[in-house]
């Protein structure tokens, strides 16, 4: 259930950093939610993704809340620690790779992610079916291949509270075969043709 690799969909990941960086210009707090985040690839991609297009003093106002429901109770030490198996790093753009990866100090093949990038990606371990948001006011919410796990009728009630968290004019993405329920399609305006990103209706 957590399949995921770096750079998964960057297409899509990118419209949203398109969209989302004129919507931030002056915000001194820039809330994203990665929601079913698995073990930190996607946050960490896409944190990667804003660095390349912020200023260094800006990018520092993005937080980044990659949650997910962990049942290995393992990916919060995974994302803190920032370090993944070489081998696993392959599809990273090289001029990436080696912009925002360093050898991992005393273990062999494994690399470990800036801690300019790591520094914006805060794991919570979180259940989405339990509907209990910690937080509102988010500019963007990431929620790729999770929904597709849940019954119609919880993704409606998930999709429901992203509505209610996010700011006015939030942006929320998610994967290209995921269609909006008809029950949500009152909440959200389809931005893009070629990817699933959505601007909140207020
Ligand atoms: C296929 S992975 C997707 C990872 C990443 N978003 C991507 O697209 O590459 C699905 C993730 O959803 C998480 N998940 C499943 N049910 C969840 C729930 N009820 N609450 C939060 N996360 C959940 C799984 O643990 C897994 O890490």
């Known amino acids: 259930m957590a399949f995921t690799f770096f750079f998964r969909d ?10 989302l960086l004129p919507d931030i210009q002056g915000l001194r707090q820039i809330r994203i939610w990665d929601a079913g985040c698995a073990m930190g690839q996607e946050p960490y991609t896409f944190a990667i993704l804003l660095a390349e297009k912020m200023g260094f003093f800006a990018y520092k106002n993005v937080m ?9 109770d393992t990916f919060g030490k995974i994302i803190t620690n920032g370090k993944y198996p070489e081998g696993d790093l392959s599809r990273i753009p090289i001029e990436y790779f080696q912009k ?11 690399m470990e992610i800036d801690s300019q990038i790591k520094n914006r990606v805060v794991f919570k371990k ?8 910690f937080r509102d006011d988010y500019n963007l919410i990431i929620c790729k291949n999770v929904l597709l796990h849940f019954q119609p009728e919880d993704r409606i009630k998930v999709i429901n509270m992203y509505h209610s968290v996010l700011a006015k004019g939030g942006l929320f993405v998610t994967e290209q075969t995921q269609p909006m329920p ?5 909440q959200f305006e389809k931005i893009v043709s070629d990817a699933n990103l959505y601007r909140k209706i207020s």
């Open 10 to 19: 960057v297409h899509t990941l990118q419209h949203a950093v398109n969209f």
């Open 64 to 72: 980044i809340d990659a949650t997910d429901i962990d049942e290995s």
């Open 100 to 110: 925002y990866f360093h050898k991992a100090e005393d273990e062999d093949g494994i």
């Open 126 to 133: 979180h259940d989405l079916l339990e509907l209990q948001p």
């Open 182 to 186: 008809d029950e949500n399609k009152h």
